[in-house]
Nanobody
């Protein structure tokens, strides 16, 4: 069973930066596509970014493109989300997720593509 644990969330002023981490255990991390999603109360979970198992291919939501960077360290079984130029509308609970299907495509934007999820970490951006 794959376990994912996020960390790095917190309170930051608009324009600031945060780096989220997601540590994986219990599976073959290097064979998983990994994604970051976020959710606010009353709204559906929203795609933020995804990275292929080798790390060479990434995908971003338009709302974060140019500000957020997803990366991974397969030796450390960890995926990261560097968030820069944060805006109040980035406030949400951020979740990492693992897709073990060894495929990659537009479906990476869909929460249903991911089998394993972390518990989430709160990011709050004040104006």
């Amino acid at each position: 069973q794959v376990q994912l644990v996020e960390s790095g969330g917190g309170l930051v002023q608009a324009g600031g930066s945060l780096r989220l981490s997601c540590a994986a255990s219990g599976g073959t991390f290097s064979s998983y596509a990994m994604g970051w999603f976020r959710q606010t109360p009353g709204k559906e979970r929203e795609f933020v970014a995804a990275i292929r198992w080798s790390g060479g291919i990434t995908s971003y939501a338009n709302s974060v493109k140019g500000r957020f960077i997803i990366s991974r360290d397969n030796a450390e079984n960890t995926v990261y989300l560097q968030m820069n130029s944060l805006k109040p509308e980035d406030t949400a609970v951020y979740y990492c997720a693992a897709d073990p299907t060894w495929t990659w495509g537009p479906k990476q934007l869909e929460p249903t593509e991911y089998d394993y999820w972390g518990q989430g970490t709160q990011v709050t951006v004040s104006s």
